[in-house]
């Protein structure tokens, strides 16, 4: 059973930047495929941004020129950074495998003022 350790969260200002991390307890980490998902009040969690295992990279509208999906398969770990974030990127994140490992605590990301 994989597990997946989301960390880097906090609270930022509007405008800031985080970088968030995830490592799964998995030696065959580069042939996933690996999404961050976000999961905010009142609405479906949902994929913000993707990285499959020969790099190729896709982002949600919204956070697109914002954040980067990065990873490093040696360290079987995904990277978010987010930059210029605003208050609607609160949630709490999460990283997952697609298809589907078991769920992490996931990371809190709170942008406000």
């Known amino acids: 059973?994989?597990?997946l350790v989301e960390s880097g969260g906090g609270l930022v200002q509007p405008g800031g930047s985080l970088t968030l991390s995830?490592?799964?307890?998995?030696s065959t980490f580069s042939i996933?495929?690996?999404d961050?998902?976000?999961?905010?009040?009142?609405?479906?969690?949902?994929?913000?941004?993707?990285i499959n295992s020969g790099g190729r990279i896709s982002y949600l509208d919204s956070v697109y020129?914002?954040?980067t999906i990065s990873r490093d398969?040696?360290?079987?770990?995904v990277y978010l950074q987010m930059n210029s974030l605003k208050p609607?990127?609160?949630?709490?994140y999460y990283c997952n495998a697609d298809p589907l490992w078991d769920w992490g605590q996931g990371t809190q990301v709170t942008v406000s003022s």
Request: aromatic share 10%.
């Open 1 to 3: 059973q994989v597990q």
């Open 22 to 26: 995830c490592t799964a307890s998995v």
């Open 32 to 34: 996933y495929n690996m």
């Open 36 to 50: 961050w998902w976000r999961q905010t009040p009142g609405k479906r969690r949902e994929v913000v941004a993707s």
């Open 65 to 67: 020129g914002r954040f």
């Open 73 to 77: 398969n040696a360290k079987s770990t």
């Open 88 to 92: 609607e990127d609160t949630g709490v």
